[in-house]
Structure formats: C-alpha cells, structure tokens
C-alpha cells in the first residue's frame, strides 16, 4: 500500500492491495507516520523535531501491526458493537490468535477488537497490539459512553439529562475510567505527544480541514492518527490538555462520539446540574453563572432579567465548577483585588510570547497550560469551556428546535462555546440569541462561529466599570482585553455590543441592572 498527498492533506491518495487501503485505520496510522516522519527529516535539531520522530515511531508500529493482522483475516465473523467507533459493524475473526482468546478486525473503522472481558458480554473491546492479550473491557463497561444503543438517541426535555447520563453497565474498569477522566483535566502535559480517548480522537477528526472532515469511524481512527500515540488502533489512553478540541466535536454531537465526550466532561464535574426555574410554553432560555455567583441563589435575579425579554419561556440554569470558581473568587478576595498576586501567574505570561512559542513551536501553549494547571483562573476557564461542550451535548439530544443561551462572566464562556459547537452540527437544536454579561472572553479572534452560531443575534453587554474584568482577565490572559470590559469592535451583523457602563458599576453587577435587548 502507498500514501501519497501534500502534508496539508486531510487524507491522502492510496494506490495498491485492497484490503490494506480499505483499512481506515491503517490508512490513517500510516499517513500520520508520514507526516510525521517528513517533518523530523525537515526541521531543524530541536524539541519539536524530537516530538515528531516519537510521533513517527508510535504511528509506524501501528501501522504496521494492523498490516500483519489484515494478512491473518479469515472469513468467518461476528457482528456487535465496537468500542472503537461505537458503531454495529462486522468483526473478522483472524485465522491466527493469540493464546485463547480470538482476534479480530472491526470492518468499519479497521481497529484491532476482541470480545469484552465482562461476564456475558457480547461487545467488542479494543485490542492492543501486542501479542500478549490483556483482558479489556467495552466502551460500556468502561463508562466510555453510558451506553450503544441510546449514545445517538434523544432523551426529550432538557430537564431529563439524568436519565440519558444513567449508565447501562456495571464500571468493570474504574481505573481505565480515571484515566479516562484525568486526561480531561486541565493542563496535562505529555511528553512529546499528545495522546487522546477515542471520542476526542473522534472531535479533532470531524474537524474541516484542508476542505474536509471525516465521521463516525474515520473520524475516530483519523483524529487519534492526528494526535499521535494514542490511536484507537492501540487502544490507548493519554492527556489532552488545553480547550484546543473541545469545540471540535460539534459535527459529532448526535453520535455515539458525541455521548462519550459529553459523559466525560459531565462525569468530571461533580457539581454539573441543570436546574428547572421555572416552567413556560416559549422558548427555552438556557442560563450559567459565573465567577461570585456560582453557588448562590440567584434564581430571582435570573427570572428578572429573563422574564422581562421572555415572559412566556422555560428557564433552565446551569450549575458548573463550583468548586473551581469558589477558588478563584476566594483567593482574588484574599489578595485584596490584585490580580497578579491572587494568580501567581507574574512570570508566566512571557512564556505565550512571541519569542517563548518561536523556540518552543508547538509545545509552547501545552508548555504553558502546564506551568497554569494548578492555577484557579486556568482551571476555571478550562472547565467553562468544557462544560459548554458538554451543554451543547445535551442540548442537541433535546426534543426543542430552539433556544436562548444567556451567561454571566465565565458563565458567558459557557454558553458561547454552547453556541460555537452547536453551529458546527447540521442537525442540532438552533440558538435563537445568546446574551453575554460581563463575559470573560478574549476581544481577538475570528468570530464567524460565533455570528454563525445564532439565527437573531448575539447581545454582548460590556461595562468600562468591571474592574475584575479590566485587572484579572487581562493579567491572567497575559494583556487581552476581555468583550465584557470593552466589547467585540466587530463587523459581523449578528454580533452587537451593548455598552452598559452607565448602568453596571461592577462585575457582580450585571443581573440586576441589565434589560436583555
């Protein structure tokens, strides 16, 4: 088999035997391999030539493993649920097993599979490629997914998440599922590589790129290739650190990708809860809390603001991070409003710069998001960014065809990266508006997401006078000015800057002084 395409390429041209170009994830290991092998021949002595030779090593050996076992395919086979690309697809059973457990190849993504270590189980698990078997569970009995059959169903009202979250298996590998939660928390670092879980693997490979982007299973197997060293094919677990896939996985958000990611995030949040306010027959109105508001009781200051634009809709809040952002909000106190000192970061933000990402290349932001992980303001931020997903997860396994999306400081992120993922999913409920109070979210960047993202408008209610603001957002996200303090400035139609200075004399100040256009 051969590969070949530009470096850009999502996917390359492959000529040769049929039965090993028919293999996504050979062909994805093996196209990966290359990538990363032309660019450890091409670049300069350094970490990030170092990074991609190990990348190089880890996809050649897949690639490499599944070719050998394409050669042993028989023509016998079982049809089950794989735990690699959570479909219902064929397995072959391979002519030459290892001791007394059968092998097989997963007919729809290509990943290596073998029956599920549990008691009874007919599932497939994902197999790993040495030649010593190791007893692994399915994606059900690992909690990877709360279970196949209902990862792409809908569950009705919003209010009913529970019961789509309830797991429909016994956890027969609760050590796999902290590993599992531990590579979502914010700001691992990994060692020349970045390693991924399937479904994450599965975000980054719906991704458009170079014109393209995969689903189901060749999202699964291309997006873990992409990372390098963690593909399916392997089996493996590592860390992603960082919210650089969190709004990938939007063209998955329906699927069974999209279950486990959500499951993931929610599961790592144990104060995640949506909350019934209050009733109504309009349009459901979605609202998150943020930073000195988390925790406490503003639902009449929510049913105020919202009622006085929507009298007629269903409130729902979200409740997220409270332990994060209850740091965050305790230790700016203890520092007397300075933010640097509250941080620890002083020091820190040079290694963003210009200069800093030129001699680290690509490892320069996990670099970075390592030096903050134990920072409040990192993790919080890192949280709210996940816990969008994580809505927009649920929110697109509703029965509504629309919503309102309305959020207070970190909680602003929350419904904005809502938004954002939403926008990339063709079948999903539509944002009607989303309303940003006090948002803690950068002014720089592309914003056509965003205007994409909502069918009236986006409200972005900024105040001159939000101190925390104008002093954390800025120290902590090394000299950005956050669209709470001073608005988008951008010319996309859908995307409107309200500035309530006059109105708002502080960050904890927006509730009850704002009216909602």
């Known amino acids: 088999m051969r590969c070949n395409g530009a470096l850009g390429d999502l996917e390359p041209r492959v000529l040769g035997d049929d ?18 092998d032309h660019l450890d021949r091409t670049l300069p002595d350094g970490d990030e030539r170092a990074s991609h030779r190990v990348q190089a090593s880890a996809h050649r050996k897949i690639a490499a493993g599944i070719a050998e076992l394409i050669d042993k395919l028989g023509t016998t086979s079982k049809t089950s649920w794989c735990s690699a690309c959570f479909t219902r697809s064929d397995h072959r059973r391979l002519t030459q097993g290892f001791g007394t457990i059968p092998a097989y190849l997963c007919t729809s993504c290509g990943s290596p599979t073998l029956g599920c270590a549990g008691a009874g189980c007919a599932n497939m698990a994902t197999r790993g490629m040495s030649a010593v078997p190791v007893p692994r569970y399915c994606a059900e009995h690992r909690h990877d997914i709360p279970g196949f059959e209902k990862a792409s169903t ?88 960082g919210t650089a896939v969190v709004t990938a996985v939007g063209g998955a958000l329906g699927g069974a990708l999209g279950s486990s990611v959500t499951a993931a995030y929610i599961g790592a949040d144990k104060s995640f809860n949506i909350e019934l306010i209050t009733p109504g027959s309009g ?53 007397g409003g300075q933010p640097a000192v509250a941080l620890g970061i002083k020091g820190l933000a040079a290694k963003a710069t210009k200069a800093g990402a030129n001699k680290l290349g690509p490892l320069a932001p996990a670099l970075v998001a390592a030096a903050l ?74 914003r056509r997401l965003l205007d994409k993202a909502v069918t009236d408008a986006v409200h972005n209610y900024h105040s001159s006078n939000d101190l925390v603001l104008k002093y954390l957002y800025k120290t902590a996200q090394a000299g950005q000015t956050a669209v709470g303090f001073a608005g988008f400035r951008t010319d996309f139609a859908r995307i409107h800057d309200h500035d309530v200075s006059d109105h708002v004399a502080g960050h904890s100040h927006y509730l009850e002084n704002v009216q909602l256009n």
């Not at 994450?200 to 699964?220: K, P, Q, V």
């Not at 925790?295 to 929510?302: I, K, N, P, V």
């Not at 990266?417 to 063709?426: F, I, M, V, Y």
């Open 19 to 36: 039965a090993l170009g028919t293999n996504p994830a050979l062909v994805h290991n093996a196209w990966a391999f290359a990538k990363h």
């Open 154 to 241: 809908n569950f009705g009202a919003l209010e009913d998440y529970h019961e789509f979250l309830r797991f429909e298996r016994r956890n027969l590998a609760r050590g796999s599922r902290i590993a599992t939660v531990s590579i979502l928390s914010a700001g691992a670092l990994a060692t020349g590589a970045l390693f991924a879980a399937p479904a994450i693997g599965g975000a980054i490979g719906s991704l458009s790129i170079a014109g393209g982007g995969y689903t189901g299973a060749a999202a699964s197997s291309y997006g873990l290739a992409l990372l390098g060293g963690g593909s399916i094919a392997a089996g493996g677990l590592g860390m992603v650190g």
């Open 283 to 335: 349009v459901p109105v979605v609202v998150a809390n943020g930073l000195f508001s988390e925790g406490a009781d503003t639902r009449s200051d929510w049913k105020r603001l919202v009622r006085g634009r929507y009298p007629d809709s269903p409130i729902y809040r979200v409740h997220w991070g409270s332990n994060d952002l209850g740091d965050l909000a305790a230790m700016l106190k203890a520092a």
């Open 373 to 446: 992980a134990k920072n409040p303001w990192h993790t919080a931020r890192v949280k709210a960014d996940r816990t969008g997903v994580a809505l927009a997860g649920l929110l697109a396994r509703t029965d509504a065809k629309r919503y309102v999306l309305v959020g207070h400081s970190l909680g602003a992120r929350v419904v904005a990266t809502a938004a954002e993922t939403l926008a990339r999913s063709k079948n999903t409920p539509k944002i009607e508006s989303v309303h940003l109070l006090g948002a803690a979210i950068g002014a720089k960047g592309d």
